[in-house]
């Protein structure tokens, strides 16, 4: 085989392998749907759609859930991607949304893209994504880099209160930087692992 033969060849072997990877790491796009006041209706949604859970939500900032369960302190309003930087970057602080409009009998997922900190997501109450450990402060937070996802449904009136905790002691900027996502699973969905 010629050089110029082998030279085309493995150029062309090594573009069509470039565009089957970037093919598979485009993956749908969800759709941006804006919370407003921490509660976002979804009952106009197609089956498999796919949502980027931005807009409004509710902040606590230096709180975590256990703090907020008395409802003592009245939340603040921000819009998600939301960042700490600078001085701000490190701390710790809860968020909280409402979703309504959702079918009882659904099972529905929901995937955290990537926060680079620690994170804990609590959905109607139960704990569905931890990475790394939440903290107060250094001593007793862990960060840990992982996409998580797991399934969940709605309450009998059809909502889901999601609360996501984040803390961040270590990179320099922090914040609830990524939206999660979320849509209805289907029969051809790959349920996530059970948790263990």
């Known amino acids: 085989m010629s050089k110029d033969l082998k030279f085309y060849f493995i150029a062309t072997a090594l573009l069509f392998l470039l565009v ?88 529905y997922g929901i995937f955290i893209k990537d926060e680079a900190m620690a994170y804990r997501l609590t959905v109607g109450g139960e704990v569905l994504i931890e990475s790394g450990r939440v903290g107060r402060d250094k001593a007793s937070y862990e960060p840990r880099l992982a996409a998580e996802w797991y399934a969940f449904k709605a309450s009998e009136a059809g909502e889901a209160d999601l609360v996501m905790e984040i803390a961040n002691f270590d990179y320099f900027r922090g914040g609830f930087w990524l939206a999660p996502w979320w849509g209805p699973l289907t029969r051809s969905s790959t349920r996530p692992p059970s948790r263990s």
């Open 20 to 107: 089957v990877w970037g093919l598979l790491l485009g993956g749908p796009a969800p759709l941006v749907l804006e919370a407003l006041e921490g509660g976002l209706s979804l009952d106009r949604l197609r089956p498999g759609d796919l949502v980027a859970l931005e807009g409004e939500w509710r902040y606590w900032p230096s709180s975590l859930h256990e703090d907020i369960l008395d409802g003592t302190g009245a939340p603040a309003a921000v819009t998600l991607p939301h960042l700490w930087t600078g001085e701000e970057a490190e701390g710790f602080a809860t968020y909280g949304m409402t979703l309504k409009g959702l079918d009882p009998a659904m099972t």
